[in-house]
């Protein structure tokens, strides 16, 4: 008979292990609301700039900004704990979040803070990225796809975030990313619920939407900008949803990790 203590931990840490993307696109999507009233936002097209408020309203903005907080704490709390297998997911968004924050802040300058200083920052992002990544391979395949998996749907949740900005202007498309957060969340929950084939299927389903709402992005920005634009950037793009969700369950499954068995608790 089941312990039922171990069955409510497990799905415990389930759910808390998909929260990280339903958190990050819910946040998405009220920033944007607060910013543009509803009754005014444009579907199917540009959502004109006169329409964007000088202040946000708080009462949509401020939970979006808890949101961001809950993330934070939630990825410190993780750090404190020495990155158990629930973590993975919280560590990745929240440095896939902070890149793009500090490239928002810095899209109307010639450098956020300074040359060198910009390129330390980027480079620590990379360095915290490669860490983690590397204590979740080295724990074994679940927790890297675990990893990837945060990775993938932090990514491309971002992108598609870029949408609102200049000359794109589709706030309508960023609203997507509170149900895109959900599907991200419940592949999560599938993979730590289901058998190897269900895990398989989940990170494969988590890179299928993660490549569909970049290529939406890429729509968009060639809507916006017209068909000469040159937009060989989204392959870069692609690739690095590619690299940052396959790479750890690849390198720890050729190495051979994926096999070693799990202490027993004490």
Not at 204 to 231: F, N
């Amino acid at each position: 008979m089941p312990d039922k203590r171990s069955t409510k931990d497990k799905q415990r840490t389930s759910l808390l292990t998909a929260l990280p993307p339903l958190l990050f696109g819910l946040a998405q999507t009220l920033f944007v609301l607060s910013y543009v009233p509803l009754s005014k936002l444009v579907w199917g097209g540009a959502t004109p700039l006169r329409t964007l408020q000088s202040q946000p309203t708080l009462l949509v903005w401020v939970p979006g900004l808890l949101l961001c907080l809950a993330l934070a704490v939630g990825a410190g709390l993780g750090l404190v704990r020495r990155l158990p297998r629930w973590s993975h997911t919280w560590t990745s968004s929240v440095v896939v979040g902070l890149s793009f924050l500090l490239m928002i802040l810095g899209d109307d300058r010639p450098y956020l803070v300074s040359p060198a200083a910009d390129v330390a920052i980027a480079l620590g992002l990379f360095l915290a990225l490669v860490a983690l990544a590397g204590v979740a391979v080295r724990r074994g395949w679940a927790e890297a796809a675990l990893l990837g998996m945060g990775f993938g749907a932090a990514f491309a949740l971002a992108v598609t975030f870029s949408s609102v900005a200049g000359p794109m202007l589709r706030a309508d498309v960023v609203l997507w990313t509170a149900p895109a957060g959900l599907a991200f969340a419940l592949l999560l929950v599938a993979f730590q619920r289901g058998g190897k084939a269900a895990q398989w299927l989940a990170l494969l389903g988590t890179g299928v939407l993660a490549v569909a709402l970049i290529a939406q992005y890429r729509a968009v920005v060639r809507l916006a900008l017209g068909s000469p634009y040159d937009l060989s950037f989204f392959r870069v793009l692609l690739g690095i949803t590619m690299i940052g969700l396959l790479s750890p369950p690849i390198l720890s499954w050729l190495l051979g990790w994926r096999w070693r068995p799990q202490p027993r608790a004490s």
